[in-house]
């Protein structure tokens, strides 16, 4: 069969490389539509790319996006951890997340695109990951199975938040039941000629392959196909130095790419510096995985802190004590598959505090407000979870949970199966 996989970008893109390979080593043929700043990412990885005319993310984003993200994250501040939710909030929040994010990351130029593609190619799949919903758009615009790989958490701006939408939706008198997700897709469609209205399946997928252990995942009525998260970032050298075992704890400390001294939201630089300064005093050896960009303005550093480019984290982190990071889907699940302890700081982009709640929940992570941070505090924080033997207890089980989840390839045979029956669905339809 014809499996075409769509990302946003390229990190999003290593999350899907996985099971791209393992249905190419099943004999099906395998694309990746993307921009043209992921085509390298798309093609270094082995697999076929195509580009499609759409500006990258950060661009489409805009002013608005960060003042959405500044407001909900002030929202999510204030809310009582026992409050009800109100209608008029869920619905504030659909009418500023479409324009704000989704409508954005999925422009109307690269919907076409990737549409006219799918037209062209006719795959009998389109696996997409969770926010790139001109996936599920293109798969049934022509017909196509469609299935989502779960990136990321289901909370802030994904499906929990949408479950308490259509719960209290229903709730509403007929005509007060707005919805701008439906409305935006229902156009979107309709404008294609797609011959079919927006369902709830064009947010979840006709099915989801769900890279996270059972215990993290949440039941959305449709049928799940675990696929065990397999760390892939990219080309990688192994550098000398960590060929060796470190002769103290080693802390792993990271912010992604995509956080720089531009951010708008928080003064990164003074972060850093109080993060690093903070690491620097206890009795561990660091390693600072930082571009360019986010090291730009740093002071000089203790000794025992080692600033790298880039460095594999497959490789790196099970030589580490522990890992401080900004939230990264990856980055998180990685160190999960490492049996790693974690300190998250929240309030980067949609990495909100109840998301931090909710991760301390797995008892391997320990969260930190930005708003709250100071120095003393980080490191507390990262002296406790070093010290502390049940995070890395924790992080032991569910790394042996993880262990137990069936590979990509194992997972081929179920998506062949579940893709036979909804293209047969679609056509009898």
């Not at 960060?66 to 869920?90: K, L, M, N, S, Y």
């Not at 779960?150 to 039941?177: C, I, N």
């Not at 002296?383 to 032991?396: E, G, I, K």
Request: hydrophobic content about 40%; glycine content about 6%; aromatic content about 6%.
């Amino acid at each position: 069969m014809k499996v075409l996989f769509t990302s946003l970008e390229g990190s999003h893109f290593q999350l899907l490389a996985p099971l791209a390979w393992a249905l190419r080593t099943a004999g099906h043929e395998v694309r990746a539509a993307c921009v043209p700043g992921v085509v390298e990412t798309v093609t270094r990885s082995g697999i076929t790319a195509v580009p499609i005319e759409s500006p990258p993310w950060y661009e489409a984003l805009g002013e608005f996006h960060q003042e959405a993200i500044a407001h909900f994250g002030t929202a999510d501040q204030d809310r009582e951890p026992d409050r009800v939710e109100t209608w008029e909030e869920q619905l504030g929040y659909e009418s500023v997340i479409v324009p704000a994010l989704n409508s954005r990351l999925n422009s109307d130029t690269m919907i076409d695109e990737l549409v006219a593609l799918a037209r062209h190619w006719r795959p009998d799949l389109v696996i997409w990951e969770t926010l790139c919903l001109a996936g599920p758009v293109a798969a049934l615009t022509v017909g196509a199975a469609h299935a989502r790989l779960v990136s990321g958490p289901e909370l802030a701006m994904q499906l929990g938040t949408r479950r308490t939408f259509l719960r209290l939706a229903a709730e509403q008198e007929p005509e007060h039941r707005e919805d701008p997700t439906a409305e935006w897709l229902d156009w979107t469609l309709e404008r294609l000629g797609a011959g079919t209205r927006f369902h709830e399946s064009v947010l979840t997928g006709q099915w989801t392959v769900d890279t996270r252990p059972a215990s993290l995942r949440e039941d959305l009525g449709i049928p799940t196909v675990p696929a065990r998260y397999i760390p892939y970032n990219g080309p990688a050298v192994v550098p000398r130095w960590l060929r060796e075992p470190p002769l103290r704890p080693r802390v792993c400390l990271t912010l992604g790419v995509s956080i720089d001294s531009s951010y708008g939201l928080w003064d990164l630089d003074t972060v850093l510096i109080g993060m690093l300064g903070a690491l620097g005093e206890l009795d561990v050896e660091v390693v600072a995985a930082l571009s360019a960009r986010q090291r730009a303005h740093l002071p000089p550093l203790p000794d025992a802190v080692r600033v790298v480019d880039r460095v594999p984290m497959h490789d790196l982190l099970p030589t580490c004590a522990a890992v401080v990071h900004h939230g990264g889907y990856q980055t998180k699940a990685t160190a999960e598959f490492h049996g790693v302890p974690q300190v998250l700081l929240t309030g980067w982009e949609w990495v909100t505090e109840s998301m931090g709640a909710a991760y301390e929940k797995q008892g391997n992570v320990l969260s930190l407000p930005l708003r709250e941070f100071t120095a003393d505090r980080f490191r507390e924080n990262v002296a406790r979870v070093l010290t502390d033997p049940s995070f890395a207890a924790n992080a032991q089980r569910l790394r042996r949970e993880i262990e137990e989840m069936p590979t990509p390839n194992e997972a081929v045979a179920e998506i062949e199966r579940l893709t036979a029956r909804y293209g047969k669905e679609r056509r009898e339809a």
